[in-house]
């Protein structure tokens, strides 16, 4: 079944961004793709972004910040393959949407939070 992601509804309310943050901040040791989720959040900011990417970057990062998912993120070791592969999946398909811009912005960030 082909799915057309031009018809998603516009995103009306983009996960809380302290929660990101914070969770961010918790478990930035833990994640080897946390540069592609901060770059993903820059991009799904980004008013520049069309609505469709937004609604889907969101989606992958909401997922992220779940407190109940496919493998619980305390499991040491496996927590986070399940938010990995969300992240990769829709990287792999949306990505291109993701410009240096975006990229710069993550690292200088993931920076601020690893010196914090």
């Given amino acids: ?5 031009t018809t ?19 478990v930035l040791a833990a994640i080897p793709f946390a540069e592609d989720l901060v770059a993903a959040w820059f991009c799904a900011r980004d008013p520049a972004t069309p609505g469709y990417v937004r609604t889907v970057l969101f989606g992958a990062i909401a ?13 040491v070791g496996v927590g986070f393959t399940d938010d990995a592969a969300v992240i990769a999946m829709v990287l792999s398909t ?20 690893r010196d914090a």
Avoid: C, N
């Avoid at 079944?1 to 992601?5: E, T």
């Fill in 94 to 113: 949306l990505g291109r949407h993701i410009e240096p811009r975006h990229r710069s912005a993550a690292q200088q960030r993931l920076a601020q939070l």
């Fill in 1 to 5: 079944m082909k799915v057309d992601l």
């Fill in 63 to 75: 997922y992220f910040l779940m407190p109940v998912d496919l493998v619980a993120d305390y499991l």
């Fill in 8 to 26: 998603l509804p516009a995103v009306r309310q983009p996960p809380d961004e302290r929660k990101f943050w914070r969770k961010l901040t918790r």
